[in-house]
């Protein structure tokens, strides 16, 4: 049984015929139902828990190049024909006449939550918090902080357009995970593990939560040997999984159409160019279910796809929504997402992931002299125009003798992206996805990213040690 | 008395037996604008509102607390919020320090942080404003390709906080914001800069301020280079300056301290800092664009010292920290709007400024590093062991001069030894949007990995 509609199909249409009535190309409605809950459990105790609900729908309207956009948390029809009539505000020359809009039936998506969050006993949710902070307490004395976190989201959304779009999604998503710290002689160190997915309450097994709890220990318990890390350039060794982040903020915003069309992506006028290694495929793509980036339909009620961005080091396409794709009179590739209906939709990435190659991981360490072995990168940042990106080491090592050696205290790495990507010599076959959270202009979206232990020929450390 | 605290009071009531409650309420406009090619790009302009209730029980040994929120004012919601803070409560742990916080006679400092002039200025003025923003920066020198987006913003918002314990407080805030992206090229490579003006008022903006910043960040960067790895001096610019001085007030929040999660524990009275660096945290100082009457728990906002002369004399405290630390808030609770709870934390912070200007602070230094922009701070700035490692962009320093630009670079030590090596705090004081002001700040030792 699918919940009813947010907003009846009449009303939708008046609005955006409304939003149309004093001109404009194209209008929008997106109404939205968030509702979250998240519980903290911080040495032993279950800090305050918190539910929260966003209701509200945002309008905007497009007259040329310029869009007018205005929300409001008033989704009777008198509030959205006020934010419709806000929005339209930018159609200054008025008279645009009666435009009929006549949806046809609403196309609604199905979650991919087994287990809706709504549904699971709060007692429940807790008792996963507690055996989390046993088991990584269990991994050694040295451990003397643990907070373990759960988060879930159940978004319901409906969109249509001027165009005929009219579709609604329920997206559910979880997320859980755990933080240690570790007390040694030389001071505190800190390990972290999520798991997570678009996803209800089943994806937190017993077994997913206690690798978490185990690997976020085994981390912070390892980094007290760290050294500090190496500075200059040396070859880097990324693991399987939180290595794809690289690749989402070398490249990934440099390939998002409205910074392409902007002029203000170092990759603008470039498909078709070798602009990678050849050993590097890029991926975006919404379709992978149940993953963190997933979306049946993206915010712009255009169903996700897996768009292939770079091929054996070809450029090959960009990512694009409708306003964008509306320029180059192309189809959007589903990339079109927002953080709610307070925000314009923009062009984001999904699940970016590099496809695997066929090394082996453990000889590719092997056949490195010297270098730095990267178990997992925390956040990046891209300057999208320069191409300029940095991110942090949150667990890396050094390789010595093709061996992987010494823990490395927390560092960033900096590089640029077009010439990162043209230093990839090795891609192996063990590929694994990692959640985080995209910010972009002040929003923040789930992206997934991925890919197999690979290693760049050379990256610059900054670190401390000589 | 304002209505939104008429609202907050009103859900007081409802309070259950030996129950205690929570509100915060905020409402608020906000408006903006983005220019692109001497055309309005995006036009927003919205208003919202929503509620953030908490909820504690005593018990025999403490107290615990559940929360909830909703981004409306609808009664039916605020109804429901509440039953889900009531739930809440029943899963929470009981904790002898958990407490709301309970007036405490401090006075808050009278100041005027709104002005009506963010709902007066026409539409026009403001859409004009983004538009002039960006032909400022197009003509104001050829070597700009592009400007990726020129922004005029702004907000008008109201909050209340009221308690059953007694809190009653009402904030009200207004603030305007012009932001514009250059991109400078030789033909050869792109760089980029940032230019920004902020005000309580719009009129209070400075255009020619803001473009020509946009304009000299990005021109002087072309044709950088990546410099050989080195140590050496570096001078971080104001808005550098005040991204490390925020970095330092997470460490400094009571809330990390007590939770065993800052290098900072433990260590007051002594020196941590060269002898001439004093750190405040002043939320009753008006020109800090973050200044404020009341913290987040509704008690007044106060100035703490955080370090003076060098030694570390303490730090910020909320209600339930500062119980935790055996101590009382020092008003210092923030709250991230309706879906956050009061946790401690800096809100204004800003150095005691130094007595040399930028030019002569780069005399003195001679040779190093300038640096004009981070980035990888959230990544590569640990609050608990103190380790910091950041990408900059920014200019050599030749014979006290500003030099050749450099890029793709990166700077590290550790927080520690950078307020032991700090030489010099500039008298270039910026107020800036967020939680901290900058000047100019000359640190000694510190690794610069190039080549």
């Given at each position: 049984?699918?919940?009813?509609?947010?907003?009846?199909s009449?009303?939708?249409?008046?609005?955006?015929?409304?939003?149309?009535?004093?001109?404009?190309?194209?209008?929008?409605?997106?109404?939205?139902?968030?509702?979250?809950?998240?519980?903290?459990?911080?040495?032993?105790?279950?800090?305050?828990?918190?539910?929260?609900?966003?209701?509200?729908?945002?309008?905007?309207?497009?007259?040329?190049?310029?869009?007018?956009?205005?929300?409001?948390?008033?989704l009777?029809?008198k509030g959205?024909?006020?934010?419709?009539?806000?929005?339209?505000?930018?159609?200054?020359?008025?008279?645009?006449?009666?435009?009929?809009?006549?949806?046809?039936?609403?196309?609604?998506?199905?979650?991919?939550?087994?287990?809706?969050?709504?549904?699971?006993?709060?007692?429940?949710?807790?008792?996963?918090?507690?055996h989390?902070?046993?088991?990584?307490?269990?991994?050694?004395?040295?451990?003397?902080?643990?907070?373990?976190?759960?988060?879930?989201?159940?978004?319901?959304?409906?969109?249509?357009?001027?165009?005929?779009?009219?579709?609604?999604?329920?997206?559910?998503?979880?997320?859980?995970?755990?933080i240690?710290?570790?007390?040694?002689?030389?001071?505190?160190?800190?390990?972290?593990?999520?798991?997570a997915?678009?996803?209800?309450?089943?994806?937190?097994?017993?077994?997913?939560?206690?690798?978490?709890?185990?690997?976020?220990?085994?981390?912070?318990?390892?980094?007290?040997?760290?050294?500090?890390?190496?500075?200059?350039?040396?070859?880097v060794?990324?693991a399987?999984?939180?290595?794809?982040?690289?690749?989402?903020?070398?490249?990934?915003?440099?390939?998002?159409?409205?910074?392409?069309?902007?002029?203000?992506?170092?990759?603008?006028?470039?498909?078709?160019?070798?602009?990678?290694s050849p050993?590097?495929?890029?991926?975006?793509?919404?379709t992978?279910?149940?993953?963190?980036?997933?979306l049946?339909?993206?915010d712009?009620?255009?169903?996700?796809?897996?768009n292939?961005?770079?091929?054996?080091g070809?450029?090959?396409?960009?990512?694009?929504?409708?306003?964008?794709s509306?320029?180059?009179?192309?189809?959007?590739?589903?990339?079109?997402?927002?953080?709610s209906?307070?925000?314009?939709?923009?062009?984001?990435?999904?699940?970016?992931?590099?496809?695997?190659?066929?090394?082996?991981?453990?000889?590719?360490?092997?056949?490195?002299?010297?270098?730095?072995?990267?178990?997992?990168?925390?956040?990046?940042?891209?300057?999208?125009a320069?191409?300029?990106?940095?991110?942090?080491?949150?667990?890396?090592?050094?390789?010595?003798?093709?061996?992987?050696?010494t823990?490395?205290?927390?560092?960033?790495?900096?590089?640029?992206?077009?010439?990162?990507?043209k230093?990839?010599?090795?891609?192996?076959?063990?590929?694994?996805?990692?959640?985080?959270?995209c910010?972009?202009?002040?929003?923040?979206?789930?992206v997934?990213?991925?890919?197999?232990?690979?290693?760049l020929t050379?990256?610059?450390?900054?670190?401390?040690?000589? | 008395?304002?209505?939104?605290?008429?609202?907050?009071?009103?859900?007081?009531?409802?309070?259950?037996?030996?129950?205690h409650i929570?509100?915060?309420?905020?409402?608020g406009t906000?408006?903006?604008?983005?220019?692109?090619?001497?055309?309005i790009?995006?036009?927003?302009?919205?208003?919202s509102?929503?509620?953030?209730?908490?909820?504690?029980?005593?018990?025999?040994?403490?107290?615990r607390?559940?929360?909830?929120?909703?981004?409306?004012?609808?009664?039916?919601?605020?109804?429901?919020?509440?039953?889900?803070?009531?739930?809440?409560?029943?899963?929470?742990?009981?904790?002898?320090?958990?407490?709301?916080?309970?007036?405490?006679?401090?006075?808050?400092?009278?100041?005027?942080?709104?002005?009506?002039?963010?709902?007066?200025?026409?539409?026009?003025?403001?859409?004009?404003?983004?538009?002039?923003?960006?032909?400022?920066?197009?003509?104001?020198?050829?070597?700009?390709?592009?400007?990726?987006?020129?922004n005029y913003?702004?907000?008008?918002?109201?909050?209340?906080?009221?308690?059953t314990?007694g809190?009653?407080?009402?904030?009200?805030?207004?603030?305007?914001?012009?932001?514009?992206?250059?991109?400078?090229s030789?033909?050869?490579?792109?760089?980029?800069?940032?230019?920004?003006?902020?005000?309580?008022s719009?009129?209070?903006?400075?255009?020619?301020?803001a473009?020509?910043?946009?304009?000299?960040?990005?021109?002087?960067?072309?044709?950088?280079?990546?410099?050989?790895?080195?140590?050496?001096?570096?001078?971080?610019?104001?808005?550098?300056?005040?991204?490390l001085?925020?970095?330092?007030?997470?460490?400094?929040?009571?809330?990390?301290?007590?939770?065993?999660?800052s290098?900072?524990?433990d260590?007051?009275?002594?020196?941590?800092?060269?002898?001439?660096?004093?750190?405040?945290?002043?939320p009753?100082?008006?020109?800090?664009?973050?200044?404020?009457?009341?913290?987040?728990?509704g008690?007044?906002?106060?100035?703490?010292?955080?370090?003076?002369?060098?030694?570390?004399?303490?730090?910020?405290?909320?209600?339930?920290?500062?119980?935790?630390?055996?101590?009382?808030?020092?008003?210092s609770?923030?709250?991230?709007?309706?879906?956050?709870?009061?946790?401690?934390?800096?809100?204004?912070?800003?150095?005691?400024?130094?007595?040399?200007?930028?030019?002569?602070?780069?005399?003195?230094?001679?040779?190093?590093?300038?640096?004009?922009?981070?980035?990888?701070?959230?990544s590569?700035?640990?609050?608990?062991?103190?380790?910091?490692?950041?990408?900059?962009?920014?200019?050599?320093i030749?014979?006290?001069?500003?030099?050749?630009?450099?890029?793709?670079?990166?700077?590290?030590?550790?927080?520690?030894?950078m307020?032991?090596?700090?030489?010099?705090v500039?008298?270039?004081?910026?107020?800036?949007?967020?939680?901290?002001?900058?000047?100019?700040?000359?640190?000694?030792?510190?690794?610069?990995?190039?080549?």
């Open positions: 049984m699918s919940a009813p509609a947010l907003v009846e009449s009303v939708v249409e008046r609005v955006l015929e409304s939003a149309l009535s004093r001109g404009g190309d194209f209008a929008e409605v997106f109404v939205e139902d968030r509702s979250t809950s998240s519980a903290m459990l911080d040495q032993r105790k279950v800090e305050e828990l918190s539910s929260g609900r966003d209701r509200g729908a945002g309008v905007r309207v497009v007259v040329g190049d310029t869009t007018g956009f205005a929300h409001t948390a008033d009777s029809e959205l024909l006020a934010a419709a009539q806000a929005a339209a505000a930018v159609a200054r020359e008025g008279g645009g006449g009666v435009r009929e809009i006549a949806l046809s039936t609403l196309r609604d998506y199905p979650t991919t939550a087994a287990i809706e969050p709504g549904d699971v006993d709060k007692a429940k949710k807790i008792e996963l918090l507690l989390a902070d046993d088991v990584a307490r269990s991994e050694g004395s040295a451990i003397t902080q643990v907070q373990v976190g759960l988060g879930d989201s159940t978004r319901r959304f409906l969109v249509a357009n001027s165009e005929g779009v009219f579709a609604s999604d329920h997206q559910v998503r979880t997320r859980f995970n755990v240690c710290v570790a007390l040694g002689d030389t001071g505190m160190q800190t390990g972290y593990r999520p798991v997915g678009t996803r209800g309450f089943e994806i937190l097994t017993n077994e997913a939560v206690e690798e978490a709890a185990r690997g976020a220990a085994r981390q912070a318990i390892t980094k007290l040997d760290a050294r500090p890390a190496p500075s200059g350039d040396l070859p060794v990324l399987g999984g939180s290595g794809g982040i690289l690749f989402h903020e070398a490249c990934g915003h440099g390939l998002e159409a409205d910074a392409v069309l902007k002029d203000a992506s170092v990759y603008a006028g470039k498909v078709g160019e070798l602009v990678a050993l590097v495929t890029l991926v975006d793509d919404g992978v279910r149940g993953e963190w980036g997933y049946a339909i993206d712009e009620g255009r169903p996700s796809a897996r292939v961005l770079i091929k054996d070809v450029l090959t396409d960009y990512m694009w929504d409708y306003l964008r509306q320029k180059e009179g192309r189809a959007s590739s589903g990339n079109g997402r927002r953080q209906y307070q925000h314009l939709p923009m062009v984001r990435m999904t699940n970016t992931y590099l496809l695997e190659g066929t090394s082996d991981a453990d000889e590719i360490v092997a056949q490195t002299p010297y270098g730095v072995y990267v178990a997992q990168l925390g956040g990046g940042q891209v300057n999208t320069t191409g300029d990106f940095v991110f942090g080491m949150t667990s890396a090592f050094l390789i010595e003798d093709g061996k992987i050696t823990p490395l205290r927390d560092c960033n790495l900096i590089g640029n992206g077009p010439d990162i990507l230093k990839v010599d090795a891609v192996a076959t063990d590929f694994s996805m990692t959640p985080g959270t910010g972009k202009d002040g929003q923040s979206v789930p997934g990213t991925g890919q197999a232990t690979m290693r050379g990256v610059t450390i900054g670190g401390t040690a000589a | 008395m304002s209505e939104l605290l008429e609202q907050a009071l009103q859900i007081l009531e409802r309070a259950k037996g030996d129950e929570e509100v915060y309420v905020s409402s906000d408006t903006e604008v983005q220019a692109y090619q001497g055309e790009e995006k036009l927003s302009t919205a208003s509102s929503g509620i953030g209730i908490r909820v504690l029980t005593n018990t025999p040994t403490g107290a607390v559940g929360s909830a929120w909703v981004g409306s004012l609808d009664e039916n919601a605020i109804a429901e919020t509440l039953e889900q803070a009531r739930d809440n409560v029943r899963f929470a742990s009981e904790d002898e320090f958990i407490a709301f916080a309970t007036p405490d006679g401090v006075s808050s400092v009278p100041m005027e942080l709104r002005t009506d002039e963010v709902a007066t200025t026409p539409l026009d003025d403001k859409i004009s404003w983004a538009i002039e923003l960006e032909r400022l920066v197009r003509s104001g020198d050829t070597r700009i390709r592009q400007v990726d987006s020129a913003s702004d907000y008008d918002v109201a909050a209340a906080v009221a308690s314990n809190v009653r407080a009402t904030y009200a805030r207004s603030g305007a914001h012009i932001s514009v992206e250059a991109i400078a030789d033909g050869k490579s792109d760089q980029t800069g940032w230019g920004l003006s902020v005000a309580r719009p009129r209070d903006l400075d255009l020619a301020k473009s020509a910043e946009a304009i000299r960040r990005s021109t002087r960067r072309l044709g950088a280079t990546k410099p050989a790895s080195m140590k050496c001096t570096v001078v971080f610019d104001p808005r550098s300056a005040a991204t001085f925020s970095v330092l007030g997470s460490a400094l929040s009571g809330e990390s301290v007590v939770r065993g999660r290098f900072f524990a260590r007051v009275g002594e020196e941590v800092a060269m002898a001439g660096f004093t750190l405040l945290d002043d009753t100082d008006a020109r800090h664009f973050a200044a404020s009457q009341f913290d987040g728990e008690l007044a906002c106060r100035r703490n010292v955080l370090i003076e002369n060098g030694v570390l004399k303490g730090f910020v405290y909320d209600t339930v920290a500062g119980r935790r630390a055996g101590t009382v808030s020092t008003g609770a923030v709250r991230g709007g309706i879906s956050g709870s009061p946790t401690a934390g800096c809100r204004a912070l800003q150095a005691v400024p130094g007595e040399y200007s930028q030019k002569e602070l780069l005399a003195k230094v001679g040779n190093g590093l300038y640096v004009e922009s981070m980035s990888g701070v959230h590569g700035v640990n609050p608990i062991s103190g380790d910091f490692s950041v990408g900059v962009n920014g200019l050599m030749r014979d006290g001069e500003l030099a050749e630009p450099v890029r793709e670079i990166t700077v590290a030590s550790t927080l520690q030894r307020l032991l090596d700090i030489l010099y500039g008298s270039d004081v910026e107020w800036l949007p967020g939680a901290s002001a900058g000047q100019s700040l000359a640190i000694a030792n510190i690794a610069v990995s190039g080549t």
